[in-house]
């Protein structure tokens, strides 16, 4: 079955860098496209970051410039490189791939403090 196991989320302050990685198992990786979503409380989730398999990456504007999404196909990793991070992007992060129907990770809590 689809697994997608998140993990780097911590405490930084506004600046500071924090990178996101995502292993995910059960599905082909190397055709699915990938997607970073977060979540900040009493908020909607969002979409933050994508990454098809043409490695055409896409952003949410607002990160744009300050986080990068790769992947890695051999380990079947997805990552997200976020710096110069604000307050606004505190969130819990999420790990989605589509296929027919939404699968998320457990998320990982980013935090940001002013």
């Known amino acids: 079955q689809v697994q997608l196991v998140e993990s780097g989320g911590g405490l930084v302050h506004s600046g500071g860098s924090l990178t996101l990685s995502c292993a995910a198992s059960?599905?082909?990786?190397?055709?699915?496209?990938m997607t970073w979503f977060r979540q900040a409380p009493g908020e909607q989730r969002e979409l933050v970051a994508t990454i098809p398999p043409d490695n055409r990456p896409h952003y949410k504007d607002s990160v744009q410039g300050r986080f990068t999404i790769t992947r890695v196909n051999v380990r079947n990793t997805v990552y997200l490189q976020m710096d110069n991070l604000k307050p606004e992007d505190t969130g819990v992060y999420y790990c989605?791939?589509?296929?027919?129907?939404?699968?998320w990770g457990q998320g990982t809590q980013v935090t940001v403090s002013s």
């Open positions: 989605n791939l589509f296929y027919v129907k939404d699968y």
């Open positions: 059960g599905f082909v990786f190397s055709d699915s496209t």
